[in-house]
């Protein structure tokens, strides 16, 4: 793990209020935990760095362009080879396809960034260790002479940092980094490549054909030097005057790489990758980084103007943040973050949208719109994540399988925790987002078993005891009002409010006073069936055998004269199921729960399979699968069955349709009737022997 900078600077601020030697001062900032891979600037990185507070400008002057062409070569010129891993480095470099060659941009605006960062450091020890010059980057672009010019006043380089960093690949990881790449080129994957490797300095050979480096280091009485290559295997170093302290890096750009010398192309490079940099990056004079990465800011010193602008700013958005965290930690990790959930969300218009928060460390860009640090369902929360802890000098791989995979993990448990502490403050607030974006909180409940019990808290549901208005309650408020002894969560998946409140499985909820949540949507029981259960609470269908066994929703029998006895009961019961066969029913029970409603059915199959089921049956053309069987519950108390058990010896055949309607009736009321108009030659024949009965009564009593 990356030891921030801050952490091990500190003998360096302890050694201020004494004296210290050059060489313990170079010993100190060459440390480990302070070497970048390949730098060619600094050969260090930077942790948790203390930006200084800074203007914007965006007026072009000279003053901040890269320095004229004034350095002189004064010395004879000594020819090295590189050594044998750099000239593989070099090779794999320069010859292989990359798809991101606008990499190197990044890599050495980083190097600029860590030099001046380093100098900073220096000065708080030594106060003669100065560059002159403003702690700024400036890069500038010569189309004519198809030129890259990047430059830093920071601790640049005396002879030998410059031959142990250019001429040889440093004790970071370089080796397995170098493996890792012969192992993506021979299998093919070269696009994977560059895009997360530190390969600092040496990334300038994807696009120049002839690197040339200026440098002179801060320290009093140093001389400055020239380092040149073609990358073909050697480089020469030559003593040079007019050396400004820093690093000046001169690349001629190969005929494939034009483009990088448009003012256009950079700046829209700088933006994406460092536009977040700590200090000044003046392009041909302009300065382009001017938006602060207010991730760095302390919590309570960014206003709500500041994040509006920052959300329209790497949202690419014009809307505002309904919901704003900003959130920092050192613990299990280094984080820090701003994350925001826009207004509304271009799924509603069925426009797939893309991961949107972004991943940096130390402010530079490692993952746009990554998709590692949230998972999917999360996909509409915008912002960024910043963590120190990953290096640059990992592979694609690596990152994913540990760093990111711990960084996601404390990342969606801040997120959920996140939404429910806004849900908690603004109830009405957050219905009013449940409603736009309820669709990935559900997703999340389907697919995210290890957060289920976080996403649980989350759901919001209409039920029974909704006021006028219709509000939502989450299962914790349905948990917290639940009668005396009550162990289940109960829901009915029904289309509308007005269908459930007219179902007979409410009737005995209402009757009880046993509240009852309402599901309109199809994935809602998806949801359901994947909690399972919520604080000690199952999770339990209305229409469920479960519930038609449950204690408090039996219904006390009122003594009558004309109701069915419990052996002509149990008779009808036999003679329906007889009646209707085993195909459709595979048993009849007896029920005396019910009130307004002569028969229901059990274990039934799910409405949402059903329809799907149906989808993929008749995309594949397939023959239709005959609806399962099910459990008729009847309700010997009411008229319509009392009727049916006088008729089914006088009139079978009325009896027949009596009993088929019944059936179909209560398989409507349930949703798992495939068609309803299959009822329609049913229904005629009853209303005409209903009609033809009314006519012969009427004809009787005036006889």
Request: with cysteine; glycine share 4%; net charge negative.
């Amino acid at each position: 793990m990356f030891v921030p900078l801050i952490r091990t600077a500190l003998p360096l601020i302890k050694a201020s209020t004494h004296k210290v030697n050059v060489s313990q001062l170079k010993t100190l900032l060459t440390s480990p935990a302070l070497t970048r891979t390949v730098v060619a600037s600094t050969g260090c990185a930077t942790g948790n760095l203390v930006w200084s507070t800074r203007a914007y400008s965006t007026e072009v002057t000279t003053e901040h362009k890269t320095t004229d062409d004034k350095e002189i070569i004064t010395g004879s010129e000594e020819v090295h080879e590189f050594k044998t891993e750099t000239k593989r480095l070099l090779d794999i470099v320069a010859n292989s396809l990359y798809s991101e060659k606008e990499i190197f941009v990044r890599e050495l605006i980083s190097n600029a960034a860590d030099a001046l960062e380093k100098l900073r450091q220096t000065q708080t020890v030594e106060s003669d260790v100065d560059s002159g010059n403003p702690l700024e980057i400036r890069i500038s672009l010569d189309r004519e002479k198809n030129q890259f010019i990047i430059q830093d006043f920071g601790i640049g380089m005396n002879l030998e940092e410059l031959n142990a960093n250019l001429g040889t690949i440093a004790s970071s990881g370089s080796k397995k980094f170098l493996e890792k790449m012969d192992k993506e080129v021979n299998s093919g994957k070269k696009e994977n490549i560059i895009g997360q490797f530190g390969v600092g300095f040496y990334s300038t050979f994807m696009v120049g054909q002839k690197i040339k480096v200026y440098t002179k280091s801060a320290f009093p009485g140093s001389k400055g030097y020239c380092w040149t290559t073609d990358g073909q295997g050697s480089y020469t170093v030559a003593e040079a005057d007019n050396v400004q302290v820093g690093t000046k890096i001169v690349i001629e750009l190969r005929n494939d790489a034009k483009s990088y010398s448009s003012e256009l192309e950079i700046d829209s490079i700088i933006k994406k990758y460092s536009n977040f940099v700590g200090y000044p990056i003046y392009l041909n004079g302009k300065e382009v980084n001017v938006i602060e990465a207010l991730w760095t800011k302390d919590t309570g010193s960014v206003t709500p103007e500041q994040h509006q602008e920052f959300y329209r700013f790497i949202a690419n958005a014009w809307d505002d943040p309904q919901y704003t965290l900003h959130y920092k930690t050192d613990s299990p990790l280094a984080i820090s973050s701003v994350l925001y959930v826009p207004e509304k969300h271009m799924e509603l218009l069925g426009e797939q949208t893309k991961p949107g928060v972004s991943l940096y460390s130390r402010k530079v860009l490692i993952q746009p719109e990554s998709a590692g640090i949230l998972p999917h369902y999360l996909r509409f929360i915008k912002g960024v994540v910043d963590s120190e802890d990953i290096p640059l000098n990992v592979s694609r791989e690596l990152l994913q399988d540990n760093i990111l995979s711990r960084l996601r993990m404390v990342m969606t448990s801040r997120v959920l925790k996140w939404l429910d502490t806004e849900a908690k403050k603004n109830p009405k607030k957050y219905d009013e987002f449940f409603m736009d974006y309820g669709q990935f909180i559900k997703e999340g409940a389907c697919t995210d078993a290890m957060h289920k019990r976080e996403i649980s808290k989350l759901l919001r549901f209409e039920s029974s005891k909704s006021d006028a208005s219709h509000s939502m309650i989450s299962l914790e408020d349905y948990a917290a009002r639940s009668l005396e002894g009550q162990k289940r969560i109960y829901y009915l998946l029904t289309p509308k409010r007005k269908y459930a409140e007219e179902s007979p499985y409410t009737e005995m909820f209402k009757k009880k006073g046993v509240e009852l949540l309402y599901l309109y949507d199809t994935v809602d029981e998806f949801v359901v069936n994947h909690l399972k259960e919520f604080q000690g609470y199952d999770l339990v269908s209305a229409d469920s055998p479960e519930a038609a066994k449950d204690p408090l929703l039996q219904m006390e029998r009122d003594a009558d004269n004309k109701a069915l006895s419990d052996t002509d009961a149990q008779d009808l019961a036999k003679w329906i199921e007889t009646s209707l066969g085993d195909e459709v029913v595979k048993g009849v029970d007896v029920s005396r729960r019910l009130n307004s409603f002569p028969a229901i059915v059990q274990e039934h199959e799910s409405p949402a399979m059903r329809k799907m089921m149906q989808m993929m049956q008749g995309s594949a053309k397939m023959e239709e699968a005959p609806p399962t069987p099910t459990v008729l519950e009847i309700n010997p108390d009411h008229p319509v069955m009392k009727g049916l058990f006088s008729i089914r010896n006088q009139n079978p055949d009325l009896a027949k349709l009596v009993t088929e309607q019944i059936y179909d009736n209560a398989l409507c009321a349930a949703g798992v009737l495939d068609d309803p108009r299959s009822m329609i030659t049913r229904l005629n024949k009853l209303l005409e022997i209903t009609v033809n009965s009314s006519v012969e009564q009427e004809k009787k009593v005036k006889a």
